[in-house]
Every structure is written in structure tokens, then in C-alpha cells.
């Protein structure tokens, strides 16, 4: 990915006073959108606005965000997956929601954070980049937790024979 030309960025100074001011003691809450962000990014953008990252000649600024390791990736060439990922692809761009699906393995801490609305957008709006993995708090047994992998699935409308893609939080209930 390219990087965002330095210009187009607040000084360290303000990114860490902004950075600072987003981060507090956020709770979560029902219904309430929280970010995946690349752990490795975030590591390097604390460390730049730390002042403890070294940035070289080479590497004048820091690269766009990339959440690409996250997420699973479709699979290309006619082999059989890309048309459902092209489908999950649409349903995301005409209803705002992200329908992309993060690997099952992935760990919180080593692969990927959580942020906030403001602090992802703050990043987001300095750094560039993405994909977006906004995901819902939603309400289990044990409480509010964020719900990395909601339920993908696909479903029929009888008559018609066209699958529609549908995604929906596994403590849902269907009507």
C-alpha cells in the first residue's frame, strides 16, 4: 500500500493529544460499533506518536492501515468461492455493513485491537487504508462482548431461486 503524503497529517504532537482523548476508559454497549484494527499498525502508530519509533529516511511516515491479513480472502482464478465473495462484496457496499469474514483463527492482542468509532475514524482519516471490520456489541450469557464473526449465511426466497447474502449476530433471534 502507498503511503498518505506527510502533508495531509497533524503534527505527532496532535495526533497523540488527539489519539490521547479518543482512547480513555471506553465501555461497551448494546448495539455499539467497535473497529479491528492490525495489531502490527497500531504497535507501529503508538511507537511513532510515542516518539519510541525510529523513522527513517527510507520510511518517512507511516503506511496506510491494513487490515487485508484479518480477513479471509476469496478465492480467484474460476475457482469456485469468488462469486460468493462477490456477492458478500455487493450486500456489504449497498447496505453499509461489513460483510467481510475474518479468519476463525485470529487473536486479539497478537493479530488485532479494538477501537472505537473515534479512534478508528481518526486513523482512518490521517492513515488511509482498510478494510473496515466494524462489528456489534451484542448481549450473551457472560455479557457484552464484540462480536468478531457474526453468522454468514444465505438465504432463498422462494419463487425467485436467487440466493441473497444475510448476515446476523449470533444472539439474534429470527422471526
Not at 497529517?9 to 484494527?37: C, D, H, I, T, Y
Not at 507511516?62 to 456477492?87: C, F, K, T, Y
Amino acid at each position: 500500500m502507498s503511503p498518505r503524503l506527510p502533508g495531509h497529517l497533524p503534527p505527532v504532537s496532535e495526533q497523540q493529544r488527539l489519539w490521547e482523548e479518543a482512547s480513555g476508559q471506553p465501555n461497551l454497549a448494546e448495539g455499539q460499533k467497535w473497529f479491528m484494527v492490525s495489531q502490527r499498525f497500531l504497535e507501529d502508530f503508538e511507537a511513532h506518536i510515542g516518539g519510541t519509533q525510529t523513522i527513517s529516511a527510507f520510511r518517512p511516515h507511516l503506511d496506510q492501515i491494513d487490515n487485508g491479513r484479518l480477513v479471509v480472502q476469496p478465492i480467484s482464478n474460476g475457482v469456485p468461492g469468488l462469486e460468493e465473495h462477490a456477492q458478500f462484496a455487493a450486500a456489504e457496499a449497498s447496505t453499509g455493513v461489513s460483510q467481510l469474514r475474518t479468519k476463525p483463527d485470529l487473536m486479539e492482542g497478537r493479530d488485532f485491537s479494538w477501537l472505537t468509532r473515534q479512534q478508528w475514524e481518526l486513523l482512518q482519516g490521517w492513515y488511509g487504508g482498510g478494510p473496515e471490520l466494524g462489528r456489534d456489541v451484542v448481549r450473551r450469557r457472560a455479557g457484552l462482548v464484540i462480536e468478531a464473526n457474526p453468522l454468514k449465511l444465505w438465504v432463498r426466497r422462494v419463487g425467485s431461486g436467487r440466493r441473497i447474502p444475510l448476515v446476523l449476530s449470533r444472539a439474534s433471534t429470527v422471526q
